[in-house]
């Protein structure tokens, strides 16, 4: 004997909106965050040294600021109040005197800036290798 076809069934009619009470079985209740809340920052734990630390939710770190700033590349920091050698030079082509930051190695052929970089143009437009473009 053949099993009966199961029939279609139809969604429920839908009731007309009734205010659903807060916490009533069933039922969800959405709300925005808070936008004071998603400001408040956050404690983090450190993915170096394990030492907890406080970010904001736009950051996105995984070290504390002590192993962020130790993990840098060391750099040549300057000292305040360090006082710089200047040397005055002639310029050998025109005459102009200068102060140069550092010693030149032969006084005698020192040229200024102005005749310095004339003179590296020059040399550039002569060489072979140059191409105009």
């Known amino acids: 004997m053949p099993l009966p076809k199961p029939k279609p069934t139809r969604p429920p009619k839908e009731e007309p909106s009734v205010p659903l009470q807060a916490g009533a079985p069933g039922t969800v209740r959405v709300q925005k965050r808070d936008s004071a809340a998603a400001s408040a920052l956050r404690e983090k734990l450190c993915a170096t040294c394990g030492k907890p630390f406080k970010v904001t939710p736009e950051q996105k770190f995984f070290t504390c600021p002590d192993c962020y700033r130790k993990s840098l590349p060391p750099h040549k920091s300057k000292k305040r109040g360090e006082a ?50």
């Open 84 to 133: 710089q050698v200047l040397v005055q030079i002639e310029c050998v082509e025109c005459g102009t005197k200068e102060f140069l930051s550092f010693a030149p190695t032969d006084p005698k052929t020192v040229l200024c800036r102005t005749c310095f970089s004339r003179q590296k143009r020059e040399q550039k437009l002569a060489s072979p290798d140059y191409t105009n473009r």
